[in-house]
């Protein structure tokens, strides 16, 4: 008999296992069986829930973007634009969205793409709306902003790599210096 409430409970545990073992094995080459494993639970209950791995990743990634557009609205200001684009940058280096299992999900999240069409249109909606976001607080600030918005994009996807790849800051804290230190000479 299936316990009552149990999926919401089950799904989001095989999301964070699904996250944990792609994070420490670096790559994609996990198996359902040991995500369902790490999440206390047999590979037939994961397939049942998600039908196969890229499925789990993807639900993953979706839990990941959801954290990072909830850290977002949360430290978004009401007015002033310096302050929205600091808030943006804030939340992408924040704790739960920038610890190594979560580098490592982003770095296989970017490689699927290439070859899943869900996990490329899933990136291309976090694009844009990065790129929104950030245009909406740089109008203000520069005769520029689609090219400072793409600069600033670029740069944070390339503190996730450098990090995925064990080079550049070891926290947010100095990924926020890095790209702040970009801004203020752009933006003076």
């Given at each position: 008999?299936?316990?009552?409430?149990?999926?919401?409970?089950?799904?989001?545990?095989?999301?964070?296992?699904?996250?944990?073992?792609?994070?420490r094995?670096?790559?994609?080459?996990?198996?359902?069986a040991?995500?369902?494993?790490?999440?206390?639970?047999?590979?037939?209950?994961?397939?049942?829930?998600?039908?196969?791995?890229?499925?789990?990743?993807?639900?993953?990634?979706?839990?990941?973007?959801?954290?990072?557009?909830?850290?977002?609205?949360?430290?978004?200001?009401g007015?002033?634009?310096?302050?929205?684009?600091?808030?943006?940058?804030?939340?992408?280096?924040?704790?739960?969205?920038?610890?190594?299992?979560?580098?490592?999900?982003?770095?296989?999240?970017?490689?699927?793409?290439?070859?899943?069409?869900?996990?490329?249109?899933?990136?291309?909606?976090?694009?844009?709306?990065?790129?929104?976001?950030?245009l909406?607080a740089?109008?203000?600030?520069?005769?520029?902003?689609?090219?400072?918005?793409?600069?600033?994009?670029?740069?944070?996807?390339?503190?996730?790599l450098?990090?995925?790849?064990?080079?550049?800051?070891?926290?947010?804290?100095?990924?926020?210096?890095m790209?702040?230190?970009?801004?203020?000479?752009?933006?003076?």
């Amino acid at each position: 008999m299936p316990k009552l409430g149990a999926e919401p409970i089950r799904k989001a545990a095989l999301i964070n296992a699904a996250i944990a073992a792609v994070g420490r094995a670096g790559s994609l080459d996990v198996t359902v069986a040991q995500i369902a494993r790490e999440a206390g639970m047999s590979s037939a209950l994961a397939h049942h829930y998600f039908g196969s791995k890229d499925q789990m990743f993807l639900a993953a990634m979706r839990h990941v973007l959801n954290g990072y557009r909830d850290s977002v609205r949360d430290r978004l200001p009401g007015g002033a634009p310096r302050k929205r684009l600091d808030a943006i940058i804030a939340a992408s280096f924040d704790e739960p969205n920038f610890h190594q299992e979560v580098i490592s999900a982003w770095l296989n999240f970017y490689a699927l793409s290439r070859v899943n069409d869900q996990a490329a249109r899933l990136l291309t909606v976090y694009h844009r709306r990065l790129r929104s976001n950030l245009l909406v607080a740089l109008r203000p600030l520069t005769d520029r902003p689609e090219r400072v918005a793409d600069t600033l994009a670029a740069l944070i996807d390339g503190v996730y790599l450098r990090a995925a790849l064990g080079r550049g800051p070891a926290n947010g804290a100095a990924a926020i210096r890095m790209i702040d230190d970009y801004l203020n000479e752009t933006l003076k």
